[in-house]
């Protein structure tokens, strides 16, 4: 069964401290993986897509990591701020070749950042 | 504009109800979702269209109903509800779903969701 867990489930960080979010899935054959923020009771926002060729991208404050061999992405946050307190969702989508499966989601981590 | 807009934003409907659920987008997109999301727990995939197609179904009762009347609109009509369906309800978009080789056409534009009260 292809799976994605995201762990911690919710993690509570300073104002100004660098953090990382971990997500791991268990089929390396994967296609790409996205990291969303959703804020409560609203749409996911995309934050950064990796294709399987990608070892990590760059928007920001953020970095997202890719290592298909051990499963794993990082996403990591620098000089964290209360605005970025959310739940924060990877996303993997599955396949080989031509063809690609849904998108499966982890459970999320939810991020709140204190004054 | 890289917006998906959905309404209404909360419904709150009887188990015997007909509603729907609207999303549209401008991005000339060619690929729309509809996703279920119950609290603190990720979203579940229920249908794709794809160039105005349903493409896939997962399994969802037949009391959702989904429509795209054109590629920039996509609708979910419900009916005789039950209180278990409550949950916030997404709608994406993304560039194409079949041809995703790309970062360009891969990347989901999600809707704010309407929140689904059944009483």
């Known amino acids: 069964k292809q799976e994605v867990t995201q762990i911690p489930a919710a993690l509570s960080v300073p104002e100004g401290e660098n953090l990382v979010l971990n997500c791991s899935f268990t089929?390396?054959?994967?296609?790409?993986l996205q990291w969303f923020r959703q804020d409560p009771g609203k749409g996911l926002t995309s934050l950064l897509l990796?294709?399987?060729?990608?070892r990590e991208q760059t928007s920001g404050r953020l970095n997202a990591s890719l290592d298909k061999s051990s499963g794993r992405s990082t996403l990591y946050i620098a000089a964290s701020q209360p605005g970025d307190s959310a739940t924060y969702l990877c996303a993997v989508r599955y396949g080989r070749g031509g063809t690609a499966s849904k998108l499966t989601f982890g459970t999320g981590t939810r991020l709140q950042v204190t004054l | 504009d890289t917006e998906v807009t959905q309404t209404p934003k909360h419904l709150v409907m009887g188990m015997t109800n007909k509603k729907s659920l609207k999303c549209e987008q401008h991005?000339?997109?060619?690929?729309m979702y509809w996703y279920k999301q119950k609290a603190k727990k990720p979203p579940e995939l229920m249908f794709v269209?794809?160039?105005?197609?349903?493409?896939i179904n997962e399994s969802v009762p037949s009391r959702f109903s989904p429509e795209c009347p054109n590629s920039s609109l996509l609708n979910l009509h419900l009916h005789a509800l039950q209180p278990e369906d409550s949950a916030l309800y997404l709608c994406?978009?993304?560039?194409?779903?079949?041809?995703?080789?790309?970062?360009?056409?891969?990347?989901?534009?999600f809707g704010s969701g309407t929140q689904l009260s059944v009483l």
């Open positions: 269209y794809s160039y105005e197609k349903l493409s």
């Open positions: 994406a978009s993304s560039r194409d779903y079949l041809r995703i080789r790309t970062a360009t056409n891969e990347k989901l534009f």
């Open positions: 089929d390396s054959a994967i296609y790409n």
């Open positions: 991005m000339g997109h060619r690929a």
């Open positions: 990796i294709q399987s060729s990608q």
